[in-house]
DNA sequence: ACGGGCATGTAACTGGTTACATGATTCA
DNA sequence: TGAATCATGTAACCAGTTACATGCCCGT
């Protein structure tokens, strides 16, 4: 998804401004898309350069301008919706990168790296646990999803770090055999 | 990871020259990054010019640049390998975003994009485990991981997947209850 | 001799990120 | 009045991606 497809769904459910829509698209992502807003103008500029968007001139009080979909963006966007992300190649993913070069190139580091990485994933699966006995409701369904998203992934990814570590320890002892 | 970072692993090996650093690379990640041969003198120049690579003149055939690693590049691969990266905000996932979207402001296409999802990923899944009984060994140790990667993923995937697809035929039952 | 793989590069573009400048509205 | 928030924008930069141009070397 890019800033272009979820402004264009946001614009979708009606007329916005910029920073409206700033505000709209982190909730929208629940958090784990911070956003700046000159990027959401900067983008509108290219939505209305490429007709998907255009301005409602609609007698505004000040400098705010309004935004709407045209046509051709609920097209496109309905092409989004329809289109099938396309896994190939998979999504880069900087935990599995990193593991990955640590354990055929990380030398001295491989162990550590994984390890490391474990720790981290726990922590942050009982940050989680411990957010949502508490919260319940707070940040609403997006974030609420996020956060189940979030603890699905890191005990997936801890039972991969466990293999890995697995792979890590064995290579040692080959390099120990090798060299005696 | 960075390709920077990734570069800077792979010449701490030793001394390598661009084509075989992209070879090297793409076999490190287990395919999941194909990378444009360009990509790696330009990286490998801002290296250079950062200081972290230099060049060994060591008389060399023809045309043939051979890198290797400086002080501050080992240095500052030590630095990246200790640093544990930080998931504030987290890493932000297409399948996660495009469904969290679709959830809340994707009206009629809710469903569907769900739906479609999984049906990719019990695909990917099988084709994975066709893959893993059948192959064995091919592709090297990196591909392996990533397949097993992969499929952890996938199956957490879709049990996020699951609990996505009640909240919308809640959300659904609440809008016709609420209609009525 | 020529086609394919090895090898090096450049130019242009895209999308995201940061930093900055500006002004209006609101409310304590 | 003055700070916070709302609101709009610009400039520069960075990393990744694509496409392209060039030439060498090896085997058929």
């Avoid at 046509?71 to 989004?80: K, N, Q």
């Avoid at 697995?166 to 090798?178: F, I, W, Y």
Wanted: hydrophobic share 40%; net charge negative; charged share 30%.
């Amino acid at each position: 998804m890019t800033v272009r497809e979820g402004l264009l769904a946001l614009l979708h459910e009606g007329p916005r401004h910029g920073y409206q829509l700033k505000t709209e698209f982190e909730a929208a992502t629940g958090g784990v898309w911070p956003l700046n807003v000159g990027q959401v103008y900067t983008t509108l500029d290219r939505l209305e350069r490429d007709g998907l968007v255009r301005i409602t001139g609609a007698g505004e009080s000040s400098a705010q301008k309004v935004y709407e979909i045209t046509r051709e963006g609920t097209d496109e966007l309905g092409a989004w919706w329809e289109a099938v992300p396309a896994e190939d190649p998979p999504p880069r993913d900087e935990l599995m990168l990193k593991v990955l070069m640590a354990i055929e190139h990380g030398h001295q580091h491989g162990l550590r790296v994984v390890t490391r990485q474990r720790t981290e994933l726990l922590a942050l699966l009982q940050r989680k646990r411990r957010e949502r006995t508490a919260a319940g409701d707070t940040g609403g369904l997006a974030a609420e999803l996020v956060t189940e998203a979030l603890m699905a992934r890191a005990e997936a990814d801890l039972r991969w770090l466990d293999r890995c570590e697995a792979v890590l320890v064995e290579q040692q002892s080959n390099r120990t055999k090798g060299s005696k």
